[in-house]
């Protein structure tokens, strides 16, 4: 059984860096044919994907968010993490990791997902 478990500030200011960690358990992220997501709600609206790691360690990304998302991974820690650049009080959400065997853009049928943590962009 693979866990998921986000961690990091619930706080963040404007204009600073969001940083997020997944932490995965019962199976490595290595393994093919794993894409490893991050994924948020804001409040009131829908989920929106967010970018994703491959088992081989490629990124992608959702074209709206590219300019300020960085994904990267740890192996040796079997961890991935998520970096928003520059947010403001809309990038305001719980954020989710998740696994799944594609992504992108309105993909929603993930194997495993971690229970997310709440995120507020506040001064």
């Known amino acids: 059984q693979v866990q998921l478990q986000e961690s990091g500030p619930g706080l963040v200011k404007p204009s600073q860096t969001l940083s997020l960690t997944c932490s995965v358990s019962g199976g490595s992220i290595r393994t093919i044919p794993y894409y490893w997501s991050w994924i948020r709600q804001p409040p009131g609206k829908g989920q929106e994907w967010m970018g994703a790691i491959s088992w081989s360690g490629s990124t992608y990304y959702n074209p709206s968010l590219k300019s300020r998302t960085s994904i990267s991974r740890d192996t040796s820690k079997n961890q991935f993490t998520l970096q928003l650049n520059s947010v403001t009080p809309e990038d305001t959400a719980v954020y989710y990791c998740?696994?799944?065997?594609?992504?992108?853009?309105?993909?929603?049928?993930?194997?495993?997902r971690g229970q997310g943590t709440q995120v507020t962009v506040s001064s």
């Open positions: 998740a696994r799944g065997r594609s992504y992108g853009v309105g993909f929603s049928n993930f194997v495993d």
